[in-house]
């Protein structure tokens, strides 16, 4: 017999589910340089019942996500604001669909209020989605920026024309560099130019490249004549060929090739497939692996690193690794990933081909002590996310690595359905860094 109909009461309506998202940020472990254009990783996911407009939507100027920051420690969150708003079309590619994931790299260095991370110091970062009237706002989990000054005199030189007169970062240089090097006052530009070019081996001077390499894709309009030149990309390519200091950068190249790619010569395209790869890292297969984004994976107690254009594990990290497989055998982990690093000389490709060498020579080592290949992935990172920006040997010898990222049987999503994160980021996980005697 069929139940008559029931008229839905509030209280009924409000045991209901309601939508939600599920959004987190990503930035670099490591100190950023003083100055650097530091970049976050954007990530949400629909886990509501209907579809939202958040596809390319992600960058604070669109007003539906804003970036708040603070000191570690302080009480009050202040407000990231771009230098300049956009109104977001009203079209079908934004809309993202229940069950899907999107995500966009912004630039956060810079905004409104000048420089964002203006000395150093340690800040905290979180991100809030503001979706619809229909779905509360959501906020992102809390992850800890750093920023370190100089410590060299090439990296202190590569700083010295992005301050003042005062000594803190200049204002105009700010936003000389967040316009893609088209506004500003001529001398302070070439002085900026000067010192890139100079010491493009430091972190801080080989990121900034990618201002100068959007200036030679569109370049200002010519004052006098009041027509814009034409873009050299021959000089731009070889710029972007070897910008890819961090993942922030790296992606945002990506973004900047593919937002042009109507207008470039077709040997000039990033080898990155999507902003995630410069995040999580690239396959032999070009299979996208979540890494550090993955909320399942925990990373193993070592890091295993390497002599300078090696991928051979010598003695102590071979060691470290058998002795690691074993115990990871012993617990019955259900899945690893083997994240391969190098530290930043060489270019950006031979880069990532070195650390799916390296990872794959750790991979070896495991499968000697008995863990099947099938359970294990290899991914290379490049030189995008270093433990230490410095231009130092030290600085090269942490990066040189492979990190070993665990599943374990046990381990569930941390995120149930209608949960939302506003926590803080774990403290940060002490690894032991397991040196080669080179």
């Known amino acids: 017999e069929a139940q008559e109909a029931t008229e839905e009461t509030p209280e009924t309506l409000a045991d209901?589910?309601?939508?939600?998202?599920?959004?987190?940020?990503?930035g670099q472990q490591a100190a950023y340089p003083l100055g650097y254009p530091i970049a976050l990783r954007l990530m949400v996911e629909n886990?509501?019942?209907?579809?939202?407009?958040?596809?390319?939507?992600?960058?604070?100027?669109?007003?539906i996500l804003q970036v708040e920051y603070r000191f570690e420690g302080a009480s009050e969150w202040r407000v990231f604001q771009p230098l300049a708003w956009f109104e977001p079309a009203d079209d079908e590619e934004a809309m993202l669909e229940p069950g899907e994931s999107t995500e966009q790299t912004a630039p956060v260095y810079f905004g409104d209020d000048g420089w964002t991370f203006s000395s150093p110091g340690s800040y905290e970062v979180r991100a809030i989605v503001k979706a619809s009237e229909e779905i509360d706002d959501v906020v992102s989990n809390v992850i800890p920026i750093r920023v370190a000054a100089p410590d060299t005199d090439a990296e202190r030189e590569v700083l010295r024309p992005l301050l003042d007169e005062t000594g803190m970062l200049d204002i105009e240089v700010g936003r000389w560099l967040t316009f893609g090097g088209r506004i500003g006052e001529a001398r302070s530009q070439e002085e900026v130019v000067q010192a890139i070019e100079a010491h493009s081996d430091a972190a801080l001077g080989s990121a900034l490249r990618l201002t100068l390499a959007s200036q030679l894709l569109r370049p200002p309009i010519d004052a006098r004549t009041g027509e814009r030149p034409q873009p050299d990309f021959q000089a731009a390519d070889a710029l972007l060929r070897d910008t890819c200091t961090d993942s922030g950068v790296a992606a945002l190249k990506h973004e900047l090739l593919a937002r042009l790619q109507g207008e470039l010569p077709s040997t000039m395209t990033s080898r990155l497939q999507s902003?995630?790869?410069?995040?999580?890292?690239?396959?032999?297969?070009?299979?996208?692996?979540?890494?550090?984004?993955?909320?399942?994976l925990e990373m193993a107690e070592s890091s295993l690193h390497f002599c300078a254009n090696e991928a051979t594990l010598r003695r102590a990290p071979r060691?470290?690794?058998?002795?690691?497989?074993?115990?990871?055998?012993?617990?019955?982990?259900?899945?690893?990933?083997?994240v391969g690093h190098t530290d930043a000389a060489g270019g950006c490709e031979s880069n990532?081909?070195?650390?799916?060498?390296?990872?794959?020579?750790?991979?070896?080592?495991?499968?000697?002590?008995?863990?099947?290949g099938r359970?294990?992935?290899?991914?290379?990172?490049?030189?995008?996310?270093?433990?230490?920006?410095?231009?130092?040997?030290?600085?090269?010898?942490?990066?040189?690595r492979v990190e070993i990222l665990v599943e374990r049987e046990e381990t569930e999503v941390p995120m149930e359905e209608g949960q939302e994160s506003a926590h803080v980021e774990p403290e940060e996980q002490e690894v032991q860094r397991v040196l080669p005697q080179c």
Do not use: C
Not at 47 to 63: D, I
């Open 16 to 26: 209901e589910p309601q939508p939600t998202l599920h959004l987190r940020i990503e």
């Open 47 to 63: 886990r509501s019942q209907q579809a939202l407009p958040l596809r390319g939507r992600l960058a604070p100027a669109y007003g």
């Open 275 to 296: 902003s995630a790869e410069a995040w999580d890292g690239i396959t032999a297969t070009r299979e996208h692996v979540p890494t550090y984004s993955d909320e399942r």
């Open 319 to 338: 060691a470290e690794a058998v002795r690691l497989g074993r115990a990871l055998q012993r617990q019955g982990v259900k899945r690893i990933v083997l």
């Open 352 to 372: 990532d081909d070195m650390g799916l060498q390296r990872a794959e020579a750790v991979k070896r080592v495991l499968m000697g002590v008995g863990i099947s």
């Open 375 to 400: 359970h294990m992935q290899t991914v290379s990172l490049g030189e995008r996310r270093p433990l230490d920006f410095a231009s130092t040997d030290a600085a090269s010898e942490l990066n040189r």
